[in-house]
C-alpha cells in the first residue's frame, strides 16, 4: 500500500487501500467525541483522490486540477517540526505537540483540554481522558508517551484512508492515513511514515501534501 503525491494532481492511491467517508460526531455538551463511519467504498486495487479541492465527484478526482492550472507543489520540505515538538509534561503522562500539524478536529477541548488533562495525569480519569483525547487527534499532532514505561500511547488503527467530514460546522476536512501507509512525493521521496497523518484535500494548504487547517479558514 502506498499513495503517490502527483505533481499538480491527484494522490494516486495503490494496493487496494480502503476508503472510508467518517463524520465527527459532537457529545450533549458540543465537545468532538467519536468518529461515525458513514461509507465504506468498494475496495479498488488503485483510484486518484482529489487534492486540488474543485472535482465534482468528490473524494475523487475528475481531472478538474488541469482546467484550473492547480499548483498543488509539495512545500513540506523535511519535516523539520517532527523533531521539535512542544513538550507539556504531566505526572504520568508526556504530551508532544507539533502545532504545525494542527487540522481543527477539535478532539482535544473536552473536560478542560488535553494539555491541561496531561499535567493532572495523576488522576485517572484525565489520564484516561487525554489518552482518549490523542488516539482520536487525526493528523498526529498530539502523541502521548507513557512516563512510565517510556512507550508511545497510539492507537491501534486499520490501515485505511478516511475522508473527513464534519456537518455540525459544514467543514469538509482533510484525508486521514491511518496505519502507517507510506506517502510518497512527486519526486519519489517518501515523507516520515507515520500512524496517523492528514492529507490536505482542499488545495490551499501551506504545507502540501499535509492539512494545515486551511480548510476551516476558507
Given amino acids: ?46 483510484y486518484a483522490l482529489c487534492r486540488c479541492g474543485h472535482s465534482m465527484n468528490k473524494p475523487f478526482c475528475d481531472g478538474t486540477h488541469e482546467k484550473i492550472q492547480f499548483n498543488g507543489t509539495e512545500t513540506a520540505g523535511n519535516e523539520s517540526y517532527l523533531r521539535h515538538p512542544k513538550v507539556v509534561e504531566g505526572k504520568t503522562l508526556k504530551l508532544e505537540d507539533v502545532e504545525n500539524l494542527c487540522v481543527h478536529a477539535r478532539f482535544c477541548m473536552r473536560a478542560g483540554a488535553i494539555w491541561n488533562l496531561t499535567r493532572q ?66 519526486d519519489g521521496k517518501s515523507y516520515t511514515v507515520r500512524n496517523r497523518v492528514t492529507l490536505c484535500r482542499c488545495g490551499k494548504s501551506g504545507n502540501k501534501p499535509f492539512c494545515d487547517g486551511s480548510h476551516v479558514e476558507h
Wanted: net charge negative.
Fill in 1 to 46: 500500500m502506498k499513495i503517490i503525491v502527483s505533481k499538480n494532481g491527484p494522490y494516486l492511491v495503490e494496493g487496494g487501500v480502503p476508503l472510508i467517508w467518517e463524520e465527527i460526531c459532537n457529545d450533549d455538551e458540543g465537545y468532538c467525541r467519536k468518529w461515525k463511519e458513514v461509507t465504506r467504498y468498494p475496495i479498488e486495487e488503485k
Fill in 121 to 186: 495525569s495523576d488522576i485517572p480519569e484525565a489520564r484516561e481522558t487525554a489518552i482518549e483525547e490523542a488516539c482520536n487527534c487525526p493528523s498526529g499532532r498530539l502523541v502521548l508517551h507513557d512516563k512510565g514505561n517510556g512507550q508511545v500511547i497510539e492507537p491501534e488503527l486499520e490501515k485505511s484512508i478516511v475522508v473527513i467530514e464534519y456537518p455540525v460546522r459544514n467543514e469538509h476536512g482533510p484525508l486521514w492515513v491511518r496505519g502507517g501507509i507510506p506517502v510518497v512525493s512527486g
